[in-house]
């Protein structure tokens, strides 16, 4: 489900989770240890998630804001892919949150689409061209 094959593009994942921070961390803890049972490891289907390209995004007391505001958290270098996660997040129905997740240089293919993933959903992979991340 998780291709890193893929170069110049982001995935991410965006949402509201009520969970404790110790809840929410324990969903990718272990993401570069293929023995650590970590959670998203079996959701994503992989043993493996390179943390210099993957990153975890709370906002602070896990304040609810609006989706225009969470998405300048996201590591894209593209306004262009600013809006577009923007508008397919409002197409899904949301307009606010306090998580993400994204992935740089890996595409997502949603196996069971509107799955959440520790809360979140997968809202989209994104071209992000203008950004070399190796």
Do not use: Q
């Amino acid at each position: 489900m998780i291709d890193t094959t893929t170069k110049n593009v982001i995935s991410v994942w965006m949402g509201t989770s009520n969970k404790t921070t110790e809840e929410f961390n324990k969903y990718t803890e272990g993401l570069e240890d293929s023995n650590s049972n970590c959670p998203a490891h079996k959701e994503w289907g992989t043993t493996f998630i390179d943390t210099d390209l993957f990153v975890a995004y709370r906002t602070a007391d896990r304040r609810v804001v609006p989706i225009e505001e969470l998405v300048k958290e996201v590591g894209s270098s593209s306004k262009k892919t600013d809006l577009a996660i923007v508008k397919k997040a409002k197409e899904m129905g949301i307009n606010e949150g306090n998580s993400l997740y994204y992935y740089l240089d890996a595409t997502f293919h949603e196996e069971h689409p509107g799955s959440l993933y520790n809360g979140l959903k997968f809202i989209g992979t994104f071209p992000d061209p203008r950004k070399k991340y190796r």
